[in-house]
Nanobody, 125 residues
């Protein structure tokens, strides 16, 4: 059984940084393309960032709201996906989920087969 477990969330002041981690077990991280989503109270789950393993290397994709502030990366040897979040804003407050998919398409939650339980990020103003 494949499991994803996120960690690294917490409370941070606006302008601060956090690094989220997502550890996969049951299969090697190399088997999947990965993504990060978030969901704020009363809002729909939204795409944050994703990667895609391609012949030319690992490509990364971001929502316009986090581009140039967040960085998705992975360490296949540690079976761990990361989301480095810099310049955090109050509107970044949400539950953050990592997810695994086997297709190239990355923006829709429906493309993902496996989800973690989420980690909470709160950014104070």
């Amino acid at each position: 059984q494949v499991r994803l477990v996120e960690s690294g969330g917490g409370l941070v002041q606006a302008g601060g940084s956090l690094r989220l981690s997502c550890v996969i077990s049951g299969r090697n991280l190399r088997s999947f393309n990965m993504g990060w989503f978030r969901q704020a109270p009363g809002k729909e789950r939204e795409f944050v960032a994703a990667d895609s393993i391609e012949y030319t290397g690992t490509q990364t994709y971001y929502s316009s709201s986090v581009k140039d502030r967040f960085t998705i990366s992975r360490d296949n040897g540690k079976n761990t996906l990361y989301l480095q979040m810099n310049g955090l804003k109050p509107e970044d407050s949400a539950i953050y989920y990592c997810a695994a998919r086997t297709v190239w398409s990355y923006r829709s939650a429906s493309q993902y087969d496996i989800w973690g339980q989420g980690t909470s990020v709160t950014v104070s103003s």
